[in-house]
């Protein structure tokens, strides 16, 4: 059914786009008047990204700088629409897992020497061609680097560069880009701007002069680093977002909506209670629906689809007088729980998807073996019913602040749902969540757990950050950061078609994923990741070779979270790696059972997926083993061990975890 929409909706948004869109030339007409581009980069505004020369001194932040984009700045769709800056110009920063975006004709990475995704570690290395300094510490950043795939135009293929563990919260960067070479291992000659920026100090009225002082502190940082100004091609600095810009929208809204909500248990109303014989449903005895009420942040009535936070004039969330939203949800209770009450979880659905996943074969099967009443809503922003927003914010950025904006309003819908689960006065009090003799089926004593896949996953890592009520979490087959998932992901591909239309280029493209993951980040885990396990636990599934979620961002997750790989993860030889996981710290046998957040791969015999931007597409990468895992009862075994202790056991002995393939 979802399928059929999404189809019916792409050839609605690609008619609409072509119907609006003006002449062919336009899109190439879209550089703002001169002065606000970076004069390093004249070839596209915006390059190189991320970048300082797009904010300004800001005293009431707390990095002391502020975005700063213009309209004209910001890359228009083929509609030509402008793009209202306001979304990204309330950041202190960028992205924490922004990808840096450059531009160099003929640059070849094999015979420059660049650290590709196979050899992290070499990102690191002395005479690294291309260096991340962070300036706040001193210390050199580990990344990997590649030319977009899907270029067309070899005159504008990006360089990207991405961050092997996500930028610190609030710290400034400064990048360099040394003895780059073509293809025949020619070094390629700094541009005539840039040359005239590092070299010898300019005359007042030289309009390269005001450059020229801004760049000066981190050129003068990246010498002290040991990088000289010898075969020096490109040189920038930027500074990410600080926590409380990132994460300050969903806990705001969080922390004035428990306010309200005092000690009180969220109002909820149960609608439908279906009772199931144990030949109907041999794992499930009872399915509860309902809805909670929630106070509503959003600017829309009821919150629907398309809707963005209400904000006062300073730009902070601000719910309306006595604005709510009804939130439906969905419970699955095991027949086990009428011998022995069950543990409450909250469950997270996956792309696009709704609440009904919650009964899933996979889902209840983990209820049904371990003792779990699971409960669901939909996550607005990224639910079937948001998927028309979606689809029209890849033609027009300016819809495109509503889809984690009312994501936010989603978590906060799904921590009310968590609330009301733990609290003694709710769900758990209903007759529905009792059994006839008024013994509950569901025992609020022991705290409440997460578990979510896919989508459930890359949002949950937020969710999880945001709950008062949350210990501990499963991320599965999870990664963060959809800047640099889409290009991976097999599910992008009807999505990609949208993006095409609107932004033919594929420089530009790139340039927009980033723009987009900035406002992204506050609903998603890539926002909350650098703090998501100070006070939780989460434990990582990942399925080798995943069609749909990266392999290469949740290495990223794991780093950035602190999680530990359980060990061996693969077989030997599996991994084309020169050292397989780097940076992520082993959990060795000796440990076991570990206590702390960790990450389980597991292998169901899929090719290793592409080593460039490209999703896993054609026959020669095989099955696609996304919901293997979910699937294994060794990987439910561990979970719930998880879920209910704390503790990391390993359920493979001494070899990798594999899964079998599922149809």
Known sequence: MRQRLLHGLLAATLGAAALLAPPAHAESANHPAEGGCDPLAPVECLLPFPNDWYTRPAPDTDTGRRVDFGSALLPRAMTGLPVDPAAWNRSDGFSPGSALIAQVPGLDL????????????RSLDRDAPVVLLDTTTGQRWPYWAELDANATDPARRALLIHPARNFRDGHHYAVALRRLKDTAGRTIPAGAPFAAVAGERLPAHDPLRARQDQLHPSLAALRGAGVTDEGLNLAWDFTIAS???????LFTIRDDAFR????????????????????????IAREVTGEITVPSYLNLPGGPPGSALNRDHD???????????????RCEIPRSAFRA?????????????????VGAGNVKDMAAEHGFTFCAT???GMAAEDIPVVLGALTDPNLFPAIPERSEQGMLNALFLGRALMHPEGLSR?????????????????????DGNSQGGILGGALIAASPDIRRGVLGVTAMNYGLLLNRSADFAPFQQVLDAAYPDKLRQQLVLQLFQMVWDRGETNAYAEHLTDHHRVLMHIAYGDHQVANAAADVEARTIGARLLSPALATGRSPDTVPYWGIRRIHAGQLPYRGSAMTVWDSGTPTPPLTNTPPAGPQYGHDPHEDPRNSPAARQQKATFLTTGRVIDVCGTTACTATPTS
């Open 110 to 121: 094999t015979s420059t020497g660049a650290a590709p995704l196979t050899d992290i570690g």
């Open 315 to 329: 730009g902070v969330p601000r719910r309306l007088p006595d604005r709510t939203q009804l939130a439906a949800f």
């Open 260 to 283: 309200r909500l005092g000690n009180r248990s969220p109002g909820f109303a149960v609608t439908g209670v279906t009772d199931f014989t144990a030949g109907q449903d041999p794992r």
């Open 341 to 357: 009450p069950s543990r409450p979880s909250l469950y997270g659905h996956g792309l696009l998807g709704s609440r009904s996943e």
């Open 378 to 380: 939909d996550w607005a």
């Open 430 to 450: 209903n007759a529905a969540f009792r059994t006839a003799d008024g013994r509950p089926l569901v025992d609020i004593r022991h705290g409440l757990a997460y």
């Open 243 to 249: 926590t409380r810009s990132l994460t300050g929208d």
